[in-house]
């Protein structure tokens, strides 16, 4: 049990990120893609938090713990990853607004039908 | 105990994140995707990490969801006028 | 390339990148593991600088460079989409009609609306202190004005929303960040260096030196960038029409 519980979230952090390549891959809509984008996203955080836990410990704000009464989990990797989460979504604003360009430029999301009118 | 949320937390990210890249109509898949924003909340709350479950639900649970609906209703709108 | 040869090479790659990462997962250390040295360290500078949040220090004191890099992305993203998304020649704006909304639906809106953008901005401001901060209340306050939308409609959004002011803020408060910076080079130290300001008694609003400063400059950048961005989008989703014909 210890063992499996020592690589679980890992094991579903690669999960979730291959899911989201799979999706990206074969998405037959822009708009799919970069909903499958931030699956893959999702995957990295998962990963960072699960790098940063320390069993038995407690969030590393200390406005209500004694500093030092508790050990506390990685705050680096919370770090890390809350600033992403938020610029994350701006990206996937960009990308959505990329998106809106090329419907109204080609008048289609598809990415097949998109590369035979390039020829 | 922790270690049991910490596991179905896990185990219902990945089931919702599978869902989500399956479900082709990206309406649908916004909606999942919100769902895969409050599941992953739950999940960083039981690992410690208050401050990203925090961004996590404002995030994932409205505002990427919210811009993908737009974006959709967008592409749609402009379909329906071409035919 | 046909449909199939593609998902061939599709499957090919990733059963090969799962190989690689699944062999890299099984050498991490494991789960739940004693050993964070970084995470050690960064809290005990933490409190030495007299900030309750840890995370709030390594954001805006230990990796406030770092901090400035996230912001520049999320700037030039937003600057992206006001250019891709602007009102083009051939396009024009129909005014949507206002739209009938249950009561129900418009009585919980506008009670949440104010608790949901004091929730946002008590997150800002409590940054160094609880778990929240700028990058979180800034989303929570710029979302909660939206549900305006839901509540009235359009036309009543646009009315606490003049979109220019709020792309004004985004630049201001993104060279507000910077200015501190700059301030501390001119204090004799190192570019955002916290060394400029009194630490403060720990576990009150002014602790932590400059990170209230960075923290309050993040969170309304960030929540004018979301404004700005949902704003553009709204516009191309209720509003701008292409002209027909074209």
Redesign the interface.
């Known amino acids: 049990m210890r063992a499996v519980m020592d690589v679980l979230p890992y094991l579903v952090a690669v999960w979730i990120f291959l899911a989201g390549c799979y999706g990206l891959a074969t998405s037959r809509n822009l708009i799919h893609a970069v909903g499958c984008l931030s699956v893959c996203q999702s995957g990295t955080y998962v990963l960072l938090l699960a790098v940063g836990y320390r069993d038995d410990a407690t969030a590393p704000v200390f406005s209500d713990v004694e500093p030092g009464s508790r050990p506390v989990v990685d705050p680096v990797v919370q770090a890390l990853a809350l600033t992403d989460v938020v610029v994350g979504a701006t990206v996937t604003a960009l990308l959505l607004a990329l998106v809106i360009q090329v419907a109204k430029r080609h008048g289609t999301v598809d990415p097949d039908e998109l590369s035979e009118l390039r020829g | 105990m922790a270690d049991a949320v910490v596991v179905v937390a896990l185990l219902l990210v990945a089931g919702s994140a599978t869902v989500a890249v399956l479900v082709r109509d990206p309406v649908r898949q916004a909606l999942v995707l919100a769902v895969l924003g409050v599941v992953l909340a739950v999940l960083f709350t039981a690992v410690q990490a208050p401050d990203v479950a925090l961004s996590q639900l404002a995030v994932g649970g409205a505002l990427t969801p919210l811009l993908l609906l737009l974006a959709v209703r967008k592409v749609k709108r402009r379909k329906g006028r071409e035919r | 390339m046909s ?1 199939r040869t ?2 061939g090479l ?1 499957a090919f790659g ?1 059963a090969g ?2 190989v690689l ?2 062999a890299a ?2 050498r ?7 050993s ?1 040295p ?2 050690d360290r ?2 005990r500078e ?2 030495a600088r007299h900030t ?4 709030a ?3 805006f004191d230990q ?1 406030a460079f ?2 400035l890099g ?1 912001m520049t ?2 700037f030039a ?2 600057v ?2 006001v250019v ?2 602007r009102q083009t020649r051939d396009e024009h704006r129909a005014r949507p009609r206002p739209a009938d909304v249950a009561p129900p639906v418009r009585r919980y809106a506008l009670i949440v609306l104010p608790i949901a953008l004091v929730t946002g901005l008590y ?1 800002i401001a409590h940054g160094q ?5 700028g ?2 209340g ?3 306050a710029a ?1 909660s004005l ?1 549900l305006l939308y839901l509540g009235a409609d359009y036309r009543a959004l646009e009315r606490v929303r003049p979109v220019g002011l709020y792309e004004v803020g985004d630049a201001v408060s993104a060279s507000a960040y910077v200015v501190t910076g700059l301030a501390g080079l001119i204090g004799g130290t190192a570019f955002l260096a916290n060394t400029l300001l009194p630490y403060g008694t720990f ?1 009150t609003l002014s602790s932590g030196g400059t990170v209230p400063l960075l923290n309050a400059a993040i969170g309304m950048e ?1 929540a004018c ?2 404004v700005v ?2 704003a ?3 516009d ?2 209720v509003e701008i ?2 002209e ?1 014909g074209t």
Not at chain 3, 52 to 55: D, K, L
Request: aromatic share 6%; charged share 10%.
């Open positions: 449909p593609r998902l599709v990733l990148l799962a990462l699944v997962c099984l991490l250390p494991g789960f739940g593991g004693d964070h970084y995470g960064a809290v933490s409190l309750a949040n840890t995370i220090s390594v954001n990796r770092d901090t996230e992305i999320l993203a937003v992206g989409c891709l998304l997150v202190l609880s778990p929240g901060g990058f979180q800034g989303v929570v979302t939206h576990n960030v960038a979301v961005l949902l553009r989008f709204l191309q989703a029409e292409e027909s």
